[in-house]
């Protein structure tokens, strides 16, 4: 399906982030053998939206259209991809900066955020403000079927994959998009694993895939951040490698998002929708 309307401004080619051939290291042993490595890259990246800046944080350098698309989605800053007019890129030296046009509406809404955060305390953010952001009110989402069990069947290694950037220097997260057939059908990747999918919600709502069409995969820790940007989304079903906490199940089956774990060496553990109840034994 074809994007919507986004006109997106990139940055010139040679302010593109230059990939080292890599970095050279001694190993700690009798022999101390000296060899190269490829790392995986980090760059400071600061938003403002219609002139106003809002955010500066560290990302990986690949996906950065579909990271801000996602990341103004999934942290509600716009309801649909279609509030983004405009994404300009400029490298300044080691960091890149992100001019994002965004409609009346939603900038109305975001600069009635940032009074209501003014005047916190140094600490961080503190009050009732800070906590409607920690525990927002979400909408509910529409009850969706679990994904068949053959479609998680080997997705571990099917993963490992699909993870190219990771596979050169590691130290990177993912998510991914499985679709109905059970095919990876995007995967994106970052040093953090909130930027990881904030880019892949980032490239389903530009692309105009459906996310309720087949379910994401996160290889990171399944956090309660994950699960407000995956409600916001639209995403159907999370599957994570990693446990939930108690709190993410808790609000997974409040809001009707399908929560699966996938262990190691065990069959996909489904927390949300929660199970039928058990019969009390004899």
């Not at 890129?89 to 975001?110: C, M, P, Q, T, Y």
């Not at 909408?139 to 490992?160: D, K, Q």
Request: a neutral charge; charged letters at 15%; aromatic letters at 4%.
């Amino acid at each position: 399906m074809p994007r919507p309307a986004l006109s997106v401004t990139p940055a010139p080619a040679h302010t593109a982030a230059s990939a080292p051939s890599g970095y050279a290291y001694a190993e700690l042993d009798a022999t101390a053998q000296v060899a190269d490595a490829v790392l995986a890259e980090e760059c400071a990246l600061a938003i403002s939206y219609n002139g106003l800046s809002h955010a500066v944080m560290m990302v990986s350098p690949s996906a950065v259209e579909d990271f801000i698309a996602g990341f103004s989605l999934s942290s509600g800053l716009i309801n649909t991809i279609d509030e983004i007019y405009d994404i300009r890129l400029k490298r300044l030296g080691a960091a890149l900066n992100a001019e994002v046009d965004i409609s009346n509406r939603a900038f109305w809404a975001l600069k009635q955020q940032r009074r209501q955060l003014a005047g916190t305390s140094g600490c961080g953010l503190c009050g009732v403000e800070a906590l409607e952001q920690a525990l927002p009110q979400l909408t509910v989402l529409p009850p969706s079927p679990l994904p068949a069990a053959e479609h998680l069947r080997g997705l571990r290694e099917r993963i490992n994959g699909a993870q190219r950037l990771a596979r050169q220097s590691g130290a990177l997260h993912a998510a991914l998009f499985v679709d109905g057939q059970g095919d990876i059908d995007l995967c994106r990747e970052d040093i953090g694993r909130h930027n990881a999918l904030d880019k892949l919600i980032g490239a389903l709502h530009r692309d105009g895939h459906s996310p309720r069409a087949g379910f994401v995969v996160v290889t990171s820790r399944c956090s309660l951040e994950l699960i407000h940007k995956a409600v916001r989304a639209g995403i159907a079903t999370l599957v994570s490698l990693s446990a939930p906490t108690a709190l993410t199940v808790q609000w997974a089956r409040q809001h009707q998002l399908n929560l699966i774990h996938l262990p190691h060496h065990s069959a996909p553990r489904v927390y949300s929708p929660a199970p039928p109840a058990r019969a009390p034994q004899p």
